[in-house]
Nanobody, 123 residues
Framework: VQLQASGGGLVQAGGSLRLSCATSRRTSSNNGMGWFRRAPGKEREFVAA????????IYADSVKGRFTISRDNAKNTVYLEMNSLKPEDTALYYC?????????????????WGQGTQVTVSS
């Protein structure tokens, strides 16, 4: 399974970006998917996740109310809509395919990881 994340870039604080993560196999439509990020000098952290049926996702407290995760199983793609961006959102964002169909915030419950897309928010 290959995951291709895209949509990162440079944006001013308060701006928006939409990340996409395309997978290469329909298998991912039966699996939960998530987004994680790693800021310079920090550990990787959970951002958002969604179950294979879609619907409401789960979010880190730091992004709740600002970010929205969604998926299109017909396109094998998961999205992360990021609004009201802050400089502290600057990080390399990774998408991942979970071992199960559920949404989970635990990194060790993900099987496949993408290469990441850089998001930089200027103040």
């Amino acid at each position: 399974v290959q995951l291709q994340a895209s949509g990162g870039g440079l944006v001013q604080a308060g701006g928006s970006l939409r990340l996409s993560c395309a997978t290469s196999r329909r298998t991912s439509s039966n699996n939960g998917m998530g987004w994680f990020r790693r800021a310079p000098g920090k550990e990787r952290e959970f951002v958002a996740a969604i179950g294979w049926r879609g619907g409401d996702g789960i979010y880190a407290d730091s992004v709740k109310g600002r970010f929205t995760i969604s998926r299109d199983n017909a396109k094998n793609t998961v999205y992360l809509e990021m609004n009201s961006l802050k400089p502290e959102d600057t990080a390399l964002y990774y998408c991942a395919v979970a071992l199960s169909s559920a949404a989970t915030s635990y990194a060790d419950r993900y099987r496949y990881w993408g290469q990441g897309t850089q998001v930089t928010v200027s103040s």
